[in-house]
């Protein structure tokens, strides 16, 4: 999950069924991915904002695997899943723990979930909890890194990071047909 330290970093904005996302990558592997602000502006403000791990941010038109990337999120937010772990990562900007929880959560399938002790366990790290969503919340790729797949125990959507919250969350649980996730109860 490493791309060339030190290259430049160059993002895109695209439109999807949920509305303008943004992703950003270095090399062939991306470093960020945004779900959509309130408005295009701020989606690009978001994708864009410099960092001490990458500097400056230019928009580039995306080719290779960075294009491939986008036209399967695109099918993905339309409802013709794709579990997206083909897309290469650069995550060596990120703290291991964090890294590990990311791992495991990459690895839940689209349709399905665990818990935030699940993904603990998992990781190594029995009784973590707590640590694991510090960290989903802050997931700097999510959808790729599938942080919307992991619940709180009683199975609740309590708290997403991204713009939009829990709503957000629902919502690419339900693009995903997760089981429980917006499906008519009897009370």
């Avoid at 495991?104 to 603990?120: C, K, N």
């Amino acid at each position: 999950m490493k791309a060339a330290a030190g290259s430049p970093v160059t993002a895109a904005l695209f439109d999807t069924a949920i509305g303008a996302c943004a992703i950003a990558w270095r090399a062939d592997a991306v470093v960020r991915f945004q779900l959509p602000e309130a408005s295009r502006q701020a989606t690009r403000a978001r994708i864009t904002r410099d960092s001490p791990e990458f500097g400056s941010v230019q928009e580039a038109e995306p080719g290779g695997v960075i294009a491939d990337a986008i036209a399967a999120i695109r099918a993905h937010l339309d409802g013709e899943l794709d579990d997206l772990r083909w897309i290469p990562l650069d995550t060596s900007t990120i703290p291991q723990f964090h890294r590990s929880v990311y791992e495991v959560t990459r690895d839940i399938d689209p349709g399905h979930t665990l818990s935030y002790g699940e993904v603990a366990e998992r990781v190594g790290a029995v009784g973590a909890a707590q640590a694991v969503g510090q960290a989903l919340g802050r997931n700097p790729i999510p959808l790729i890194i599938p942080c919307h797949r992991v619940l709180a125990s009683d199975h609740g959507l309590h708290g997403f990071s991204a713009p939009g919250g829990i709503d957000t969350k629902q919502r690419l649980l339900q693009i995903e047909r997760t089981p429980g996730i917006g499906e008519p109860t009897l009370f």
